[in-house]
């Protein structure tokens, strides 16, 4: 399988162009994943843009590969959001990282009432950063023509208030299955709670702007762990699998 990169000089590389992958992304090709000349790769600048091409020169400050064929991969019609709760450790981390992998199409920090994690002020900025560079990494080692963009933190207001997508409510404690539960037309978003759960309020408080509650099975799963089952279960039920 060829080794892929993101760079934003891919934007407007075409057939017979030389892009050049410089700083961290030629550190990392050549020093970490030690490509060769004549190695074949894939570029993409993480909006669509599907590059292949050959490794001419590889060094720690410099890559160069010749590109020899270009497409433009389609952003999914139907989008799927996570609304991640912060929790401890990293167990969030996990989750976006895991859920990047399998699909997703961006990614909402949520600070729920009981998030142990608290993202205020700068540490808002540097968590945010932290999150969109798992997203990055993650989106390369899964080959993705489109990164996922990680958004401004939102507080649960902020989340119920976003009528204009669906939202399902990962909840153990409903009846409503995920594999059976009505899915209407449009983007969706999946709302994964802390490590405490989410708190009856704020259940009520997404429900009465229209959310739907769904189960995964019978266990209770980890914060770190729902979020990529249940975009499991939609890939499938969505056709995207």
Same mark, same amino acid.
């Given at each position: ?5 993101? %760079? ?65 991969? !389609? ?12 929790? @401890? ?15 997703? %199409?961006?990614?909402?920090?949520? /600070? ?10 700068? @540490? ?7 999150? /969109? ?7 390369? /080692? ?12 939102? !507080? ?62 019978? !266990?209770?799963?980890?914060? !770190? ?17």
């Amino acid at each position: 399988m060829a080794l892929h990169f993101v %760079d934003d000089s891919a934007a407007g590389a075409v057939a017979g162009d030389v892009v050049a992958l410089t700083g961290s992304e030629a550190h990392h090709a050549a020093s970490v994943r030690r490509v060769r000349t004549g190695e074949a790769v894939t570029l993409t600048d993480g909006r669509g843009a599907w590059l292949r091409g050959a490794v001419v020169a590889a060094d720690p400050k410099r890559v160069e590969i010749r590109i020899d064929a270009r497409e433009e991969r !389609s952003a999914p019609g139907r989008r799927v959001l996570l609304a991640q709760a912060l929790a @401890k450790g990293d167990r969030d981390e996990l989750a976006v990282q895991a859920a990047t992998e399998l699909g997703i %199409d961006g990614i909402v920090p949520w /600070q729920a009432d009981r998030s142990v994690s608290r993202w205020q002020g700068a @540490k808002a900025d540097k968590g945010r950063a932290r999150w /969109q560079s798992i997203v990055r990494e993650a989106a390369k /080692q899964a080959h993705r023509a489109w990164i996922p963009e990680v958004e401004a933190p939102v !507080s649960t207001n902020e989340l119920a208030a976003r009528t204009g997508t669906t939202c399902v409510v990962l909840d153990p404690w409903t009846d409503a299955a995920v594999t059976s539960v009505d899915l209407p037309a449009g983007d969706l978003m999946l709302v994964v709670g802390p490590e405490g759960g989410i708190a009856p309020e704020e259940i009520e408080r997404l429900t009465g702007a229209g959310a739907l509650r769904a189960r995964l099975g019978d !266990s209770v799963l980890r914060t !770190s762990t729902a979020g990529p089952a249940a975009i499991a279960v939609l890939n499938a039920r969505l056709g995207r699998w």
